[in-house]
T-cell receptor, first 112, second 116 residues
Framework: QKEVEQNSGPLSVPEGAIASLNCTYS??????FFWYRQYSGKSPELIMF????GDKEDGRFTAQLNKASQYVSLLIRDSQPSDSATYLC????????????FGKGTKLSVKP | NAGVMQNPRHLVRRRGQEARLRCSPM?????VYWYRQLPEEGLKFMVYLQKENIIDESGMPKERFSAEFPKEGPSILRIQQVVRGDSAAYFC??????????????FGNGTRLTVT
């Protein structure tokens, strides 16, 4: 059973702080990794994707991938109240037809 | 992604009725993915279709659920004899036929099914 694990939270950080969201996955054959943000009652929207070990930065967001440890994380710098949402980690496993396996999400709350 | 259109946005059905959810892919896309999200849960893959063909239905419940993507018209996810446990948000994503399998999926706004 291929699994993607996330701490459900809630994770609470003050405005301006760094929020760190973590995700582990079970299949070493995994090839690509995605972070989605989902506001309550809305659809998931893609924030970042990462394929290679290391860091990938996009504005205030940094995705980090460590395939040896089967670990992927998302850092949000200078957190804003508008970042308050549930963050879903998704993984594409090797051999799949392109469908993604999602974690249950981590709920982030940024306090003004 | 505003390009993937789902309707209805909200659907209320009584136990035992049928629910039909529609997904119109982005223009030029011939592949559709359906996902289900139960309350406080992540998205669960259900089925992957191309026009007139089911590619992967490994996530579909064995009974009462079916999906199709006809040559013309939207993809339909059909749930027969709904039960309260079917209450969830159902999301659809689409992709072109030559999509890189490692590329991300972009979802429609979803259909929120409530079974009373």
């Amino acid at each position: 059973q291929k699994e993607v694990e996330q701490n459900s939270g809630p994770l609470s950080v003050p405005e301006g702080a760094i929020a760190s969201l973590n995700c582990t996955y079970s299949d070493r054959g995994s090839q690509s990794f995605f972070w989605y943000r989902q506001y309550s009652g809305k659809s998931p929207e893609l924030i970042m994707f990462i394929y290679s070990n290391g860091d990938k930065e996009d504005g205030r967001f940094t995705a980090q991938l460590n395939k040896a440890s089967q670990y992927v994380s998302l850092l949000i710098r200078d957190s804003q109240p508008s970042d308050s949402a549930t963050y879903l980690c998704a993984v594409k496993y090797g051999g799949s037809q392109g469908n993604l396996i999602f974690g249950k999400g981590t709920k982030l709350s940024v306090k003004p | 992604n505003a390009g993937v259109m789902q309707n209805p946005r909200h659907l209320v059905r009584r136990r035992g009725q049928e629910a039909r959810l529609r997904c119109s892919p982005m223009k030029g896309h011939s592949h559709v993915y359906w996902y289900r999200q139960l309350p406080e849960e992540g998205l669960k893959f259900m089925v992957y279709l191309q026009k007139e063909n089911i590619i992967d239905e490994s996530g579909m419940p064995k009974e009462r659920f079916s999906a199709e993507f006809p040559k013309e018209g939207p993809s339909i996810l059909r749930i027969q004899q709904v039960v309260r446990g079917d209450s969830a948000a159902y999301f659809c994503a689409s992709s072109p036929a030559d999509r890189d399998l490692n590329s991300p999926l972009h979802f429609g706004n979803g259909t929120r099914l409530t079974v009373t």
